[in-house]
């Protein structure tokens, strides 16, 4: 099958991150294959660059991150919702005259349109929200 | 073409659920995609008449709901269960084409679309 | 056409499993996950209306990994299958669709 995840809830704060990861996991385990991940409303706080939880915890971004290389998926972080909550990447950083960004390699920001252009080749659209 | 149900159940305001959820479906009638908006539990609030979010602070939901039917979107589901059990007024909402469904008519359209958007 | 329903909310503090259970139908699934395996309690509030639910045809599963992080090792509802995440993967391909309630 061919899935599309979107995920809603930010790292730490509430649990659909964490969950996603299993999901998405599990999915590939499977040998099912993960047509895109769509980051949106708080969600998008996972494609942060910067987080530094204390060692013994779970570095949830960084553990998207690795996912996300290990297997090239498509990972989206709908550039709306992102640039409303302060993720961003160079591009918009120099447009809208920010001293940073901090997008994550890996997670590109995009319009709702790739949630639309996934949800209508996939097998199966699974939401995660907080 | 795949069909695709947005499920959004909650209010406005309090959160941006609700309209991150119109946002997508804006967003999937403008790409001409089979999209219905259906609003269960909390999200019949979103159709409460005469909102009033302070200018400059908060963007009205109401306004982008009416904006639905520009983009092709005729018709908004509501469950009439949620709008019971809150008293909204049916009669003074803030757009004019809600079709209010019971529990069995909320099963039957979310048993007939390819994906669920849940909001 | 049935439909897999996800519930992360606990019964003891939100109407989300409630509503799930009042528009589920037979033939649907049901996974408790993340807070919402307290609904896996026999003592929560949305017992009668779950069993009525399972009486009907639905099939009800809860997080094996969520339940035991919040030390639900005992007096949780029978007919509730505990399941991994790959269990979650299965179902959802089993169903048409998924319908998060959150």
Redesign the interface.
Request: aromatic share 6%.
């Given at each position: 099958m061919k899935f599309t995840l979107v995920i809603l809830g930010a790292p730490y704060g509430a649990s659909a991150s964490q969950s996603a990861l299993a999901f998405a996991q599990a999915a590939l385990a499977d040998g099912h294959r993960i047509h895109r991940l769509f980051f949106y409303a708080d969600g998008v706080h996972n494609a942060t660059r910067l987080a530094a939880p204390p060692q013994d915890e779970h570095d949830l971004p960084a553990s998207w991150s690795e996912l996300i290389k290990q297997h090239q998926l498509d990972a989206v972080v709908c550039i709306a919702a992102a640039l409303r909550r302060g993720l961003l990447d160079a591009t918009e950083a120099k447009r809208y005259q920010k001293d940073s960004d901090n997008i994550a390699h890996g997670f590109e920001l995009s319009g709702l349109g790739q949630l639309i252009e996934a949800s209508a080749v996939s097998d199966r659209v699974i939401t995660f929200g907080p | 073409?795949?069909s695709?149900l947005c499920?959004s159940?909650h209010s406005p305001y309090g959160n941006?659920?609700g309209r991150?959820a119109l946002?997508?479906v804006l967003?999937?009638a403008?790409?001409e995609?089979n999209i219905a908006l259906l609003l269960?539990?909390d999200g019949v609030w979103q159709l409460q008449d005469q909102q009033q979010p302070l200018a400059g602070q908060q963007k009205s939901i109401a306004r982008n709901l009416s904006a639905l039917e520009m983009f092709g979107v005729d018709t908004v589901y509501a469950?009439q269960?949620?709008a019971q059990r809150r008293g909204l007024n049916s009669q003074a909402l803030c757009i004019d084409s809600v079709q209010w469904l019971n529990?069995q008519q909320?099963?039957q359209l979310?048993?007939?679309?390819?994906?669920?958007?849940?909001? | 056409m049935s439909t897999l329903h996800t519930v992360n909310k606990s019964p003891f503090s939100h109407q989300t499993l409630a509503s799930c259970l009042t528009l589920c139908a037979s033939g649907d699934s049901i996974l408790l996950l993340e807070d919402g395996t307290y609904g896996a309690l026999t003592g929560a509030p949305t017992t009668a209306l779950l069993n009525d639910a399972i009486k009907r045809g639905v099939s009800v599963y809860a997080i094996k990994d969520d339940l035991a992080a919040r030390g639900l090792h005992s007096q949780l509802i029978q007919q509730i299958t505990a399941t991994t995440y790959q269990g979650f993967v299965r179902l959802s391909c089993q169903h048409k669709n998924t319908q998060s309630w959150y």
């Open positions: - | 073409m795949k695709m499920i159940r941006a659920l991150e946002e997508a967003a999937a403008a790409f995609q269960m539990d469950h269960g949620s529990d909320v099963r979310m048993a007939t679309h390819d994906h669920l958007l849940s909001f | -």
